[in-house]
């Protein structure tokens, strides 16, 4: 099975920072990786695919990059909104997710 | 829009079984890949199992034999029906379905399923 390494496990920024969030997966996962977003009491709603493209709805602030192993999420300019938990995803093999990532708006 | 809705949770014996639902509007259910995934405090999220438009089933390896996922297509509904119920199997149950295999596309809101004597 294919693991997925998150980090930082709490990312604590301000409104209007920027925030970078890493996937590691444990062996080459292509172009298959997404991204979700997930509030308190809620689904994960999924934000990005294929590495870098945006699911409908999310917002242009929302991007990804990477290849192989290392993947990143950029959240260019944070807003409010944007508190929650983030889960990167495979589906190259069987799906996976990260433990995710924690994101709080100071 | 494209809406699910879960149902069938609660509390459970250790050793049950229990079929959950999920009724799908917006969207034809045998058209779509439709999933389930479970979310646990301890293990986080895991794909269960996925149902292709062409009737294929795919099960994590570590679940196969206790989950089984069908479709109704008169209903527009899937299920996902565990036996032999554990203690581990508590958790937030979601159905999700996906224009591509291994991905969630839309989600349901999720349904809570306690396994305890």
């Known amino acids: 099975d294919i693991v997925l390494t998150q980090s930082p496990g709490t990312l604590s920024l301000s409104p209007g920072g920027r925030a970078t969030l890493s996937c590691r997966a444990s062996?080459?996962?292509?172009?298959?990786l997404g991204w979700y977003q997930q509030k308190p009491g809620q689904a994960p709603r999924l934000l990005m695919y294929?590495?870098?493209v945006r699911a409908p709805g999310t917002p242009p602030r929302f991007s990804g990059s990477g290849s192989g192993t290392d993947f990143t999420l950029t959240i260019s300019s944070l807003e409010p909104e944007d508190s929650g938990f983030y889960y990167c995803q495979q589906g190259i093999h069987w799906p996976s997710f990260g433990q995710g990532t924690k994101v709080e708006i100071k | 829009e494209v809406q699910l809705a879960e149902s069938g949770g609660g509390l459970i014996h250790p050793g049950g079984s229990l079929s959950l639902s999920c009724a799908a509007s917006?969207?034809?259910?045998?058209?779509?890949?439709i999933n389930w995934v479970r979310q646990t405090p301890e293990k986080g999220l895991e794909w269960i199992s996925i149902?292709?438009?062409?009737?294929?089933?795919y099960t994590a390896a570590s679940l196969r034999g206790r989950f089984t996922i069908s479709r109704d297509q008169s209903q527009n509904t899937f299920y996902l029906h565990i036996t032999s119920l554990r203690s581990d199997d508590t958790a937030v149950y979601y159905c999700?379905?996906?224009?591509?295999?291994?991905?969630?596309?839309?989600w349901g809101r999720g349904v809570q399923l306690t396994v305890s004597s």
């Open positions: 294929d590495t870098d």
């Open positions: 917006g969207f034809t259910v045998s058209s779509n890949y």
């Open positions: 062996q080459s996962v292509s172009c298959c």
């Open positions: 149902m292709y438009p062409s009737g294929d089933i």
């Open positions: 999700a379905v996906s224009g591509r295999p291994n991905r969630g596309d839309h």
